[in-house]
């Protein structure tokens, strides 16, 4: 256990109020920095998949789960001119689940949970100094106010402040995509299914989100001009509709409702080599930023803030041994989804007719043939139950 052990965690994200939750539950004195005047995402869609339900259960939160999200029930893959079905696979009905969720809708189930545990929140704090070279961890905020802890955790997504304390500067690059997203209201009847249609050099995902009465959009387009990595930059939705304007009718339909979206430049991030020291850890896209190709952003950080918790409080007085572990447990899985993420996106913008039509044509006879087995490529990721191996 870990009672009594303050801990203070940058960022009021998934990855940063499930680590406080799941520290404070096993008895830390938790305190939530956010720089944001209050805890909010942009209006957008998610998937947690069966690896981060199985996080959220153990937290006690899987009830609130099933309530606020739509359960999916298959994956189609279609062609994106005529909408034809390249490959329709059905998601287990039993076990943790594939869910369809807001961002808005999880991030106040993990408020409400990490409040309801104890945890303090603290809003309108911008980090401007992390100190780790005292006999405690240092964190000082641009308003000079100073929060001393045992142990600091970033979960402070992609621009981290305690990222570049452990391993220097990073060095992105821009991947040569864009991506829109925008949430619609859903047309009637909307199946429970993630769909991608997929196009040279672009492919488009929605599914149902909020009971059926919301779609979510995601659009990726390859474009050699560069864009500012940002979810908040706003675009004229009519940029949105000409890039797609020969994808399928459904398409079309969507893409009509869409009044307000957001555009941001995709950069790939390298997997931070150091994730702990001392008196820090990195967790989330602190540690591994990831492509958005593989739906596993939110997943790995649920992953991450559990397996550090557990860790933590197995080894309450060798703390270095924890730390150590906690890297060792999580970097080499983490650095092969986000790899399997980025070669996904190629998967998807074949812009070869001949290839492209040879490569669904593989692909839709292999899904009819052995569906269990085209899923199941990808056991290694959704199977994964880190609450199992470290309880």
């Given at each position: 256990?870990l009672?009594g052990?303050?801990?203070t965690?940058?960022g009021a994200?998934?990855?940063?109020?499930?680590?406080?939750r799941?520290l404070?539950?096993?008895?830390?004195?938790?305190?939530?920095?956010?720089q944001?005047e209050?805890?909010?995402e942009v209006?957008?869609?998610?998937?947690?998949?069966?690896?981060?339900a199985?996080v959220?259960?153990?937290?006690?939160?899987?009830e609130?789960?099933?309530?606020?999200?739509?359960?999916?029930?298959?994956?189609?893959?279609?062609?994106?001119?005529?909408?034809?079905v390249?490959?329709?696979l059905?998601?287990?009905?039993?076990?943790?689940?594939?869910?369809?969720?807001?961002?808005a809708?999880l991030i106040?189930?993990?408020?409400e949970?990490?409040r309801?545990?104890?945890?303090?929140?603290?809003l309108l704090?911008?980090?401007s100094?992390?100190?780790l070279?005292?006999?405690?961890?240092?964190?000082?905020?641009?308003?000079?106010?100073?929060?001393?802890?045992?142990?600091?955790?970033?979960?402070?997504g992609?621009?981290?402040?305690?990222?570049?304390?452990?391993?220097?500067?990073?060095?992105?690059f821009?991947t040569?995509?864009?991506?829109?997203?925008?949430?619609v209201p859903?047309?009637?009847?909307?199946?429970?299914v993630?769909t991608?249609?997929?196009?040279?050099?672009?492919?488009?995902?929605?599914?149902?989100?909020?009971?059926g009465?919301?779609?979510n959009?995601?659009?990726?387009?390859?474009?050699?001009?560069?864009?500012?990595?940002?979810?908040?930059?706003?675009?004229?939705?009519?940029?949105?509709?000409?890039?797609?304007?020969?994808?399928?009718?459904?398409?079309?339909d969507?893409?009509?409702?869409?009044?307000?979206v957001?555009?941001w430049?995709l950069?790939?991030?390298?997997?931070?080599?150091?994730?702990?020291?001392?008196?820090?850890?990195?967790?989330g896209?602190a540690?591994?930023?990831?492509?958005?190709?593989?739906?596993q952003?939110?997943?790995m950080a649920l992953?991450?803030?559990?397996?550090l918790?557990?860790?933590?409080?197995?080894?309450?007085?060798?703390?270095?041994?924890a730390?150590?572990t906690?890297?060792?447990a999580?970097?080499?899985?983490?650095?092969?989804i986000?790899?399997?993420?980025?070669?996904?996106?190629?998967?998807?913008?074949l812009?070869?007719a001949p290839?492209?039509?040879?490569?669904?044509?593989?692909l839709?006879?292999?899904?009819?043939?052995?569906?269990?087995q085209?899923?199941g490529?990808?056991?290694?990721?959704y199977a994964?139950?880190?609450?199992?191996?470290?309880?």
């Amino acid at each position: 256990m870990l009672i009594g052990q303050k801990i203070t965690v940058l960022g009021a994200g998934i990855a940063g109020l499930a680590a406080a939750r799941a520290l404070a539950l096993r008895g830390a004195r938790v305190t939530v920095l956010e720089q944001a005047e209050e805890i909010r995402e942009v209006g957008a869609g998610l998937q947690i998949s069966p690896n981060g339900a199985v996080v959220l259960e153990a937290l006690g939160l899987g009830e609130a789960l099933r309530a606020r999200t739509i359960r999916g029930q298959a994956v189609a893959l279609r062609d994106y001119r005529r909408g034809r079905v390249v490959s329709h696979l059905s998601l287990p009905s039993d076990g943790a689940g594939y869910h369809f969720a807001h961002r808005a809708d999880l991030i106040d189930i993990l408020a409400e949970g990490a409040r309801e545990a104890g945890v303090k929140i603290r809003l309108l704090q911008k980090v401007s100094e992390i100190d780790l070279t005292d006999t405690c961890a240092r964190v000082t905020t641009a308003q000079g106010a100073e929060f001393g802890a045992s142990l600091v955790i970033g979960a402070d997504g992609l621009h981290s402040r305690l990222r570049p304390v452990l391993n220097g500067a990073a060095d992105p690059f821009f991947t040569g995509q864009v991506a829109w997203r925008a949430t619609v209201p859903a047309p009637a009847d909307m199946p429970r299914v993630a769909t991608v249609y997929m196009g040279p050099g672009r492919h488009l995902v929605c599914y149902p989100l909020r009971g059926g009465t919301m779609a979510n959009i995601v659009a990726v387009q390859e474009q050699a001009e560069w864009r500012a990595e940002s979810w908040t930059q706003e675009d004229d939705p009519a940029n949105l509709r000409a890039a797609f304007s020969e994808f399928a009718p459904a398409v079309q339909d969507l893409l009509a409702r869409v009044e307000t979206v957001n555009q941001w430049g995709l950069f790939r991030h390298p997997v931070a080599p150091h994730w702990v020291a001392d008196r820090a850890a990195l967790i989330g896209d602190a540690a591994h930023p990831t492509l958005p190709f593989m739906a596993q952003g939110a997943n790995m950080a649920l992953e991450d803030a559990w397996t550090l918790t557990s860790l933590l409080a197995q080894h309450p007085e060798d703390r270095a041994t924890a730390l150590r572990t906690y890297q060792a447990a999580r970097k080499d899985r983490c650095t092969r989804i986000v790899e399997a993420a980025s070669k996904n996106a190629r998967n998807y913008h074949l812009t070869s007719a001949p290839v492209r039509m040879a490569a669904h044509t593989v692909l839709g006879l292999a899904s009819r043939i052995a569906p269990k087995q085209v899923l199941g490529r990808f056991d290694w990721i959704y199977a994964k139950d880190v609450t199992r191996d470290f309880p």
